[in-house]
DNA sequence: AACACTCTCAACCGCGTCGGT
DNA sequence: TACCGACGCGGTTGAGAGTGT
C-alpha cells in the first residue's frame, strides 16, 4: 500500500489495512500542530472519547483514529502528569517490571498520570542503558537481581532519606507534605517487610522489601529505631558492607521467597555475593548502579513536589 | 563556532484481540 | 461461524535537544 506522504509501504498484511483510516487520502502524519490539538481537546471536550476514527473524521482531523488516540492517551488527557520520573515511580516501575515484563500498560495502571509509553521510555532510555553498561541482558538474572539487591534498596534508602530530610526540615511547620512524609516512613513496617508503596500498594506484595535486609532489625547493625530512618541511610559505601552479607535465606518472614506464579522470581533469590562465583564484578555493578542513581535526575530537593504530595496523599486514603 | 555524538520522547507500525454483524 | 472494523499493546523509529570535542 501507499502510506500517506505516498512512500510505498511493503507491509499490507496488517489486519488494519482495509480500514477507513487507511483508506482516506491527505491524511497527515508526523507531529502535532496546535490547531489540531485544540481540535481533537474541543471535540472530545464536546463528545468524549472513543470511537476514534469516527472522531478524527467528525472531529475534521486529516489523521488516523490511532494518531488521535495516541496523541489524547500520551499527550493531552488533562492526568497526564508530566516532568521527570520520581524516584517512587522509578521504584515501582523497576518492581512492576520484574514481576510483569514489558507489561508496560499494566504498569502504568500502577502509576497515575503516567503512560505506557512514557514507562516505556523510561526503560528503554535509563534501565536499558545501565544493563548494557553493565555488559549483560536486560533480561538476565544478572541484571534482576541486581536491580533487586542494589538499585532498588538505593532508591528506597534514597526516598528515605529525602523523606526525613523534608520531614526534620518542616518539622515545626506541621505542613501537610511533612505530616504525608511522616505518614509514609511510620508506616514502612521495618523489619516485616511491609513497606508503603505509591497507589496503595504494599510493600510485602513486592519482592523490594524482601532483599533489603539491612532494614530488618534482626540484620541491621545500623537499624536503631524503626521509625527513624535518617539513622539508616547509609553512605554509598555502605553499600559493600550491607549488600555482600545479605542473609538471602535466613529470613524469618515467611513471605521472604516469592511464590512461583506470582513474584516469578524465586528462582532468582540468590545471594549477591554468588555472583562472586560466577565471576560477575559486582562492586563494579555497585559503582555503576550508584552512578545511575545519581544520574536518574531526581533530587531530594524536588523529590516532593506539590503534585508528589497530591499523590502520595492519594494513597495514604 | 562547528561538528559529531548521544539522549529523549512523541509518533508510527504491525499484530493480536474483541465485539458487532 | 466467519468476517470485518476498531481498539489497544508492545516494539521501533527519527527529529530535535543536549552535550562533548
Same mark, same amino acid.
Given at each position: 500500500?501507499?502510506?500517506?506522504?505516498?512512500?510505498?509501504?511493503?507491509?499490507?498484511?496488517?489486519?488494519?489495512?482495509?480500514?477507513?483510516?487507511? *483508506?482516506?487520502?491527505?491524511?497527515?502524519?508526523?507531529?502535532?500542530?496546535?490547531?489540531?490539538?485544540?481540535?481533537?481537546?474541543?471535540?472530545?471536550? $464536546?463528545?468524549?472519547?472513543?470511537?476514534?476514527?469516527?472522531?478524527?473524521?467528525?472531529?475534521?482531523?486529516?489523521?488516523?483514529?490511532?494518531?488521535?488516540?495516541?496523541?489524547?492517551?500520551?499527550?493531552?488527557?488533562?492526568?497526564?502528569?508530566?516532568?521527570?520520573?520520581?524516584?517512587?515511580?522509578?521504584? *515501582?516501575?523497576?518492581?512492576?517490571?520484574?514481576?510483569?515484563?514489558?507489561?508496560?500498560?499494566?504498569?502504568?495502571?500502577?502509576?497515575?498520570?503516567?503512560?505506557?509509553?512514557?514507562?516505556?521510555?523510561?526503560?528503554?532510555?535509563?534501565?536499558?542503558?545501565?544493563?548494557?553498561?553493565?555488559?549483560?541482558?536486560?533480561?538476565?538474572?544478572?541484571?534482576?537481581?541486581?536491580?533487586?539487591?542494589?538499585?532498588?534498596?538505593?532508591?528506597?534508602?534514597?526516598?528515605?532519606?529525602?523523606?526525613?530530610? $523534608?520531614?526534620?526540615?518542616?518539622?515545626?511547620?506541621?505542613?501537610?507534605?511533612?505530616?504525608?512524609?511522616?505518614?509514609?516512613?511510620?508506616?514502612?513496617?521495618?523489619?516485616?517487610?511491609?513497606?508503603?508503596?505509591?497507589?496503595?500498594?504494599?510493600?510485602?506484595?513486592?519482592?523490594?522489601?524482601?532483599? $533489603?535486609?539491612?532494614?530488618?532489625?534482626?540484620?541491621?547493625?545500623?537499624?536503631?529505631?524503626?521509625?527513624?530512618?535518617?539513622?539508616?541511610?547509609?553512605?554509598?559505601?555502605?553499600?559493600? $558492607?550491607?549488600?555482600?552479607?545479605?542473609?538471602?535465606?535466613?529470613?524469618?518472614?515467611?513471605?521472604?521467597?516469592?511464590?512461583?506464579?506470582?513474584?516469578?522470581?524465586?528462582?532468582?533469590?540468590?545471594?549477591?555475593?554468588?555472583?562472586?562465583?560466577?565471576?560477575?564484578?559486582?562492586?563494579?555493578?555497585?559503582?555503576?548502579?550508584?552512578?545511575?542513581? *545519581?544520574?536518574?535526575?531526581?533530587?531530594?530537593?524536588?523529590?516532593?513536589?506539590?503534585?508528589?504530595?497530591?499523590?502520595?496523599?492519594?494513597? *495514604?486514603?
Amino acid at each position: 500500500m501507499m502510506d500517506v506522504e505516498g512512500n510505498s509501504n511493503s507491509n499490507s498484511s496488517s489486519s488494519t489495512t482495509q480500514s477507513d483510516e487507511e *483508506m482516506m487520502v491527505d491524511l497527515r502524519r508526523g507531529p502535532w500542530t496546535v490547531e489540531e490539538d485544540f481540535k481533537l481537546i474541543d471535540y472530545i471536550a $464536546t463528545h468524549g472519547e472513543g470511537r476514534w476514527n469516527s472522531l478524527a473524521r467528525c472531529a475534521g482531523l486529516k489523521r488516523t483514529g490511532k494518531s488521535c488516540r495516541l496523541r489524547w492517551l500520551n499527550y493531552l488527557r488533562p492526568d497526564v502528569r508530566r516532568g521527570n520520573i520520581t524516584l517512587e515511580e522509578q521504584l *515501582m516501575i523497576l518492581e512492576l517490571h520484574s514481576r510483569w515484563g514489558n507489561r508496560w500498560s499494566k504498569i502504568a495502571q500502577h502509576l497515575p498520570g503516567r503512560t505506557d509509553n512514557e514507562i516505556k521510555n523510561y526503560w528503554r532510555t535509563r534501565v536499558q542503558k545501565h544493563a548494557k553498561q553493565l555488559k549483560c541482558d536486560v533480561n538476565s538474572k544478572q541484571f534482576k537481581d541486581t536491580m533487586r539487591y542494589l538499585w532498588m534498596p538505593r532508591l528506597i534508602e534514597r526516598i528515605q532519606a529525602a523523606a526525613a530530610a $523534608t520531614s526534620s526540615s518542616t518539622a515545626t511547620s506541621a505542613s501537610p507534605a511533612a505530616s504525608t512524609n511522616h505518614h509514609l516512613i511510620n508506616n514502612n513496617e521495618v523489619g516485616t517487610g511491609n513497606l508503603v508503596m505509591p497507589h496503595g500498594v504494599i510493600g510485602n506484595d513486592f519482592g523490594v522489601s524482601h532483599v $533489603t535486609p539491612s532494614y530488618t532489625p534482626e540484620n541491621s547493625s545500623t537499624a536503631a529505631s524503626s521509625d527513624s530512618f535518617a539513622t539508616q541511610v547509609s553512605p554509598v559505601s555502605d553499600l559493600t $558492607t550491607d549488600y555482600y552479607h545479605i542473609p538471602v535465606n535466613h529470613n524469618p518472614n515467611p513471605d521472604y521467597l516469592f511464590q512461583a506464579g506470582q513474584g516469578g522470581y524465586s528462582e532468582s533469590m540468590i545471594s549477591p555475593a554468588g555472583y562472586f562465583n560466577q565471576g560477575l564484578d559486582f562492586q563494579a555493578m555497585e559503582h555503576n548502579s550508584n552512578q545511575w542513581l *545519581m544520574e536518574s535526575g531526581d533530587t531530594s530537593d524536588n523529590l516532593w513536589s506539590p503534585e508528589d504530595i497530591w499523590f502520595l496523599q492519594q494513597q *495514604m486514603m
